[in-house]
């Protein structure tokens, strides 16, 4: 398998990292009130927050019946505290949550934060996050890289079709390669999206999930990687500096599945395998 | 290592933003809106008012009506509506709404509309629980006799003992085992310290005494 350099050197897709930290549930209500003391405590860094709505409806089904009088929407809120950068962009984010926290960096302007970047972000916030909600240990790891195929990141890959404008998926990515239904060779057209995961108990036990998702609009998909370490009660309680090191771990393994998702052509086009 | 534990096999929560802008719920091929309306739980019982020090403390989480058709939600007896994509504004709107009614309430200025609603409110909300936490601070004295890692113990002007806990204790990192002190303090409705601020201190007991000090610390 060929391996692709630091994607530093390169121009990958990729539009989002994302790290996740899981711990013990806290109370509902000491959530809300060390929420709004971590809210002080970073504003001189974090000052843009963002309540996100997110509702959730379900509809129970009696023998394939929709029962819409049994319908009970849900809200959950989502805390989002924007750092604030040069031109005003949200590019890095914290989200909070009774049970997790997140790190995301964002690109914005083609501008591609390292993980490196991410990760001293991390290194700087995770500490006074832990003291601040009281959470004494992590439970799990995760980190996602979000990369988009697109006109704008790799317009190498469009082509004109009697459809529209269409993603050549089969030189993009490894495992739309292979396919051939029938012996005429077709295109592959939308809906691209499909999930596959692979659990790993070696040296760093976790699971590797691949997921390929199609735009709402235009021809475009998004190709998610993402390395999570086991949760309890297979896991171990981990400190910041653990956490951390688990972190980098994940690092290592999602750029070795990068290499191994997009094919050989890609990689060239990205500039992270020599021609 | 294993993940046969069920718990392993539930899917991970969404945690990138760039995601989920691309990816709006769909609620189905309705033409129009569907009209509903629900009583939906608002899940927060705890309104912060500032940094989290002072809250407003709800018995229960409050119920939202939520209309699809106006895509609105709105809360009562608060009189508040907010469109839905607002909903996280309702610790604000509500905390806004009740410090309003108790500024009024305070000054005797409410209208008999406003009367009733503030009554309704007060059903829902720990009104002791807001009044201690809005009640000023007390100039008072403190002996600060023992500090271990998990409290520091004061004894109070008044002869009670209390061991000082969370982040009232950092307040008193200044002072040194045996010495007496004085601050404003901020005690919570079982007469534990809540809040410590302006501490200064007082000195060791015995050179007290021998200044002529006539502070509570030499007539206990």
């Not at chain 1, 819409?68 to 914290?94: C, E, M, Y």
């Not at chain 1, 991410?118 to 439970?139: D, G, M, Y």
């Not at chain 1, 495992?175 to 057209?189: D, T």
């Not at chain 2, 993940?3 to 033409?31: C, L, N, S, W, Y």
Request: charged share 20%.
């Amino acid at each position: 398998m060929p391996k692709a350099a630091a994607t530093k050197t390169g121009k990958p897709p990729l539009i989002e990292r994302a790290a996740l930290f899981h711990f013990h549930p806290i109370a509902p209500d000491d959530f809300t009130v060390r929420l709004e003391r971590w809210k002080a405590m970073v504003v001189e860094s974090y000052p843009d927050v963002e309540t996100v709505p997110e509702w959730t409806v379900n509809v129970p089904t009696t023998n394939g019946i929709p029962d819409f009088t049994a319908v009970q929407p849900q809200l959950s809120l989502r805390h989002r505290l924007w750092k604030k950068t040069d031109g005003n962009q949200k590019t890095w984010a914290i989200q909070c949550f009774p049970e997790r926290v997140t790190f995301n960096v964002v690109r914005k302007n083609n501008e591609l934060h390292s993980y490196a970047g991410l990760r001293s972000e991390i290194e700087a916030w995770l500490p006074a996050f832990s003291e601040a909600f009281q959470v004494r240990h992590f439970t799990s790891v995760n980190l996602e890289y979000l990369n988009r195929l697109d006109a704008a990141h790799t317009p190498q890959f469009m082509e004109d079709s009697p459809t529209g404008k269409i993603i050549r998926l089969a030189q993009a990515l490894k495992i739309f390669s292979n396919i051939r239904l029938n012996k005429a060779p077709g295109l592959i057209v939308p809906p691209y999206d499909c999930k596959v995961t692979e659990q790993y108990t070696g040296p760093v036990p976790g699971q590797m999930a691949l997921a390929i998702k199609g735009a709402q609009s235009g021809p475009a998909i998004t190709v998610s990687l993402r390395f999570s370490t086991p949760k309890p009660p297979h896991a171990k309680e981990l400190d910041c500096a653990t956490a951390l090191e688990r972190l980098d771990s994940c690092h290592a393994l999602l750029l070795e599945a990068f290499s191994n998702v997009f094919t050989e052509t890609a990689l060239k086009s990205f500039g992270l395998l020599q021609s | 290592m294993n993940f046969a534990h069920p718990q392993d096999a539930q899917p991970t929560p969404e945690v990138t933003i760039t995601e989920q802008r691309d990816a709006p719920v769909q609620m189905g091929p309705f033409t129009g809106r569907p009209s509903f309306i629900f009583d939906v739980p608002f899940p927060q019982a705890v309104m912060p008012l500032g940094e989290g020090d002072k809250t407003i403390r709800l018995w229960s989480q409050p119920t939202m009506r939520y209309d699809s058709a106006r895509a609105t939600v709105e809360l009562q007896p608060w009189n508040i509506r907010l469109r839905m994509e607002e909903a996280g504004n309702i610790p604000r709107e509500i905390a806004r709404t009740f410090l309003t009614l108790w500024t009024k309430a305070e000054r005797q200025t409410l209208s008999d509309p406003e009367k009733s609603r503030w009554a309704e409110i007060l059903e829902q909300v720990d009104f002791q629980q807001f009044c201690v936490e809005h009640a000023p601070t007390r100039y008072v004295q403190g002996l600060l006799k023992t500090r271990t890692s998990a409290a520091t113990t004061v004894l109070w002007q008044d002869g009670t003992e209390e061991n000082v806990t969370g982040a009232p204790r950092t307040a008193l990192d200044l002072v040194n085992e045996g010495e007496a002190f004085s601050a404003h303090v901020r005690f919570d409705r079982r007469a534990r310290t809540a809040e410590i601020a302006n501490i200064a201190i007082l000195g060791d007991p015995v050179s007290l005494q021998a200044s002529g000090d006539d502070s509570w610390i030499q007539k206990r």
